[in-house]
């Protein structure tokens, strides 16, 4: 079996004295696979995502593709780690939409055209239609939805992880997301989410957080909300 592109071992994290948002979690996820992070609100999805990244620092031990996730390593791991934030106001930091989505590329490839280039091919790929040089500040909520995912497409990572991305659109803006996302080739995708119409579209194994524990990590189409069981 391949190296898994994720790997959580043990995982606890709480916020200062706070209850525990995480207790000693373990997962892996493997290239390519599509995984749902469920749980209702406070239950540690978002925490959970930013972990990955190193944006939270818990007790035991996360690995990107072999990497563990620490200070030293952060700079690489980013480099193949995708990140949308739930709130796409704090992902858009650039004066206009053009240089926002091309920052990501510019760093990665050190030349402004094509990363220009890199940055229009996403904004078509996701449906913007409004104009390149708009001052971010002035988009809709949907509008920085779609910007913020241009973003990250436009650095082409290998694993994307996605808080509540479907945030601020409307069910056609939606049903382009879903497109979207389904198109992506040798992606690992981790969708975080309280949607249960949303997530099937999207993932086909699910994790469900409860407590701070995972109480569910299967297939998708045999997950049965807790209420239920």
Known sequence: MSQPAIQCENYSFRFDQRRMVLNS??????????TAVLGLNGAGKSTLLRSLVGLHKGEG???????????SNLSHIRQKVGFIFQDPQIQLFCPSVIEDVA??????????????EEARLALSEVGFRGEEFTPCHMLSLG???KVSLAGVLACKPDILLMDEPDCYLDAEGK???VEILQRLNNVTRILATHDLDFAPNLCNRCIYLENGLITYDGQMETFILPIYR
């Open 175 to 177: 049903q382009r997301l």
């Open 25 to 34: 979690i373990s997962f892996k996820i493997y290239p390519n696979e599509h």
């Open 61 to 71: 031990t996360i690995r990107i593709r072999g990497m563990e996730v620490k200070r």
């Open 143 to 145: 509008e920085m939805r």
């Open 103 to 116: 920052f990501g590329p510019l760093n990665l490839y050190g030349k402004p055209e094509r990363a220009r």
